[in-house]
């Protein structure tokens, strides 16, 4: 188990992280100008554009269409298995039923 002081250690440095990662981006675009600044931010929204439009849709069907698919057929066969399973076991556990019924009659 993972400690609530580990876990608030972790969020803590990725802050800071963060924090760095984009103060420092400021300073470099302080530095650079004008163009490196719209560049930047070009390259921001491609990526962003790239994120949104093809890697969550991909991902989106991946999880929801394409895998279910594929596994379908197993887990079919699995269910179909565990009712097998469950019927013989019903079976089994009446026939004991009925020798056990069978006798206390005898007696």
């Not at 990725?14 to 530095?31: D, I, K, S």
Request: proline content about 2%; glycine content about 2%; some cysteine.
């Amino acid at each position: 188990m993972i400690t609530w002081e580990l876990k608030f250690l972790a969020v803590m440095v990725t802050l800071l992280f963060n924090y760095w990662c984009f103060t420092t981006c400021v300073m470099y675009g302080a530095t650079k100008g004008q163009v490196w600044m719209e560049n930047w931010s070009l390259l921001s929204c491609f990526c962003l554009f790239f994120l949104v439009v093809v890697d969550m849709t991909i991902e989106a069907l991946m999880v929801g269409y394409i895998l279910p698919t594929q596994i379908v057929p197993n887990v079919r066969l699995v269910q179909v298995m565990i009712k097998r399973s469950m019927a013989a076991q019903a079976k089994s556990a009446l026939a004991e039923h009925n020798s056990n019924a069978a006798d206390a009659v005898r007696f």
